[in-house]
């Protein structure tokens, strides 16, 4: 095994003999025989173990056991005692998630801190396969199937390709002492369930059923990495983007026989599950224009034949400018608030304003519009709701929303970004404008 171990470091180029590690020791037998592997290959190591306190008397003994192998072998040691249940508590988490949090948090702070290479973790095959298998049972599609990585983040896992009786008859045939975590033989916990009762029938339906497994898995590994590489292909053909905007034509997806798929691989990083994309898809499909669907951090708009996709709309608190001010951010970007003498050349864009600075009156407002809201749009000599003015720019919803006035004198002076006030317009005896110009 020694051999196949350093093999398979140096195929892979995990391990650099060059730079320190962060072993994590639990002194159970996968992280003591990754220990006795990495000191027979060379490849420098500092030991951390958690002390999680879950199992009495037993963890003190884990503890003492780890400290006196990294004294016998002259290796710097970091010991843990969090408080595991506080913190469970705290984030509202199981005890298992919360003391996977604590551990990984507290690793990548002493990587940190020691300026070491990478955490180096004692997951083997048996792991693997029962990742995979949480993950299939969870629903996580081909994702899931991939597993745990080689080398992922500054995490590093160089059993992966041995099993764990490979490794305990390799700990017996060089007698590398260990502690058995009594816990491991409960089935209240999935994985344990998973690995005492399931996967053992499974296994036992042919003698060739678990190298079948794991060579399907490596392809179903593959396959999806070759499809992430056809969405990014497809997303960069179709999908546009506009400062948080993204916008997504129908005509992209709706005829596709995979259109949940791509969909769901576009928004699963906004925070979209499965069953959100399908509905999504179905929306779009029927033409149920104006349909919203919310993650926790992002909002998609089914539009006329687009799908929008945007962050949240945060509550916005008015804004007062001052005479004094000289520029103003909004969620939208930064405006200069330029004073000047009336020119030759008005700014006729539309995300920007030009206005008779002597028709209005400090302090300006500045707020999201409100249903009721009405103003008299420029070159028009009648009042129109706001609302109206919206819907007949075609604007989506997810933008309108967005959408902001500016106020002086209790009169919408300028709808920010589409249209100014007939009143506030430069015209034959304006002497100085106020520019609200857009920075770059």
Same mark, same amino acid.
């Given at each position: ?6 093999? =398979? ?20 037998? !996968?992280?003591? @025989? ?8 060379? $490849? ?21 056991? @780890? ?7 002259? *290796?710097?040691?970091?010991? +843990? =005692? ?20 604590? /551990? ?19 997951? =083997? ?64 916990? #999935?994985?344990?369930?998973? /690995? ?10 042919? !003698?060739?059923? /678990? ?7 490596? /392809? ?7 499809? =992430? ?7 960069? #053909? ?15 997806? *709706?005829? +596709? ?17 499965? !069953? ?25 708009? @089914? ?34 608030? $330029? ?33 009721? !809201? ?37 009169? $919408?002076?300028? @709808? ?16 100085? $404008? ?7």
């Amino acid at each position: 095994m020694l051999a196949a171990f350093q093999e =398979h470091i140096r195929q892979k180029a995990l391990l650099d003999p060059s730079k320190t590690y962060l072993l994590a020791c639990s002194g159970g037998v !996968d992280s003591m @025989v990754l220990g006795f592997l990495l000191m027979k290959s060379e $490849i420098p190591i500092e030991l951390a173990h958690v002390n999680f306190g879950l199992r009495g008397e037993d963890s003190n003994q884990d503890e003492l056991f @780890v400290i006196q192998w990294a004294e016998e072998h002259g *290796i710097t040691f970091h010991l +843990h =005692h969090p408080k595991t249940q506080e913190h469970a508590e705290e984030k509202k988490l199981s005890i298992q998630m919360a003391a996977r949090e604590i /551990r990984y948090s507290w690793f990548e702070s002493l990587k940190q801190e020691r300026n070491l290479e990478g955490i180096i973790l004692a997951h =083997h095959q048996d792991d693997q396969l029962e990742t995979i298998f949480l993950n299939l049972l969870r629903g996580t599609g081909l994702d899931g199937i991939q597993g745990m990585a080689d080398k992922k983040s500054g995490l590093i896992r160089p059993l992966l390709p041995f099993s764990k009786a490979e490794i305990e008859a390799f700990a017996n045939e060089n007698e590398i002492a260990w502690r058995e975590d009594k816990s491991n033989q409960k089935t209240d916990y #999935k994985r344990n369930k998973l /690995r005492l009762e399931a996967l053992p029938g499974l296994y036992a339906v042919s !003698d060739d059923a /678990r190298q079948n497994l794991l060579g399907s898995f490596a /392809r179903m590994h593959d396959a999806g990495k070759a499809l =992430h590489g056809l969405v990014q292909d497809w997303l960069g #053909k179709y999908l546009k983007t506009d400062k948080d905007t993204q916008t997504l034509p129908f005509h992209a997806f *709706i005829h +596709h026989s995979g259109a949940n798929t791509l969909i769901f691989y576009w928004l699963r990083g906004f925070g979209f599950n499965s !069953d959100q994309c399908e509905a999504i898809v179905t929306s779009a499909k029927s033409g149920e224009s104006g349909k919203q669907f919310f993650s926790a951090s992002h909002q998609l708009n @089914v539009d006329r034949e687009e799908l929008l996709l945007a962050p949240q709309v945060e509550n916005f608190q008015s804004i007062f400018i001052q005479e004094q001010d000289i520029e103003i951010t909004l969620p939208e970007g930064t405006y200069e608030l $330029i004073k000047k003498p009336i020119g030759d050349k008005l700014d006729s864009s539309r995300e920007n304003a030009m206005l008779d600075l002597e028709k209005l009156n400090f302090p300006f407002e500045i707020r999201t519009w409100q249903l009721g !809201d009405r103003f008299i749009p420029l070159g028009m000599n009648h009042p129109k709701k706001v609302s109206d003015f919206l819907i007949d720019l075609k604007l989506p919803r997810i933008h309108k929303e967005r959408v902001k006035v500016l106020i002086s004198d209790g009169q $919408i002076a300028w @709808v920010i970004g589409h249209r100014i006030a007939e009143w506030a317009k430069c015209d034959g005896s304006t002497r100085t $404008i106020l520019h609200f110009k857009m920075k770059n």
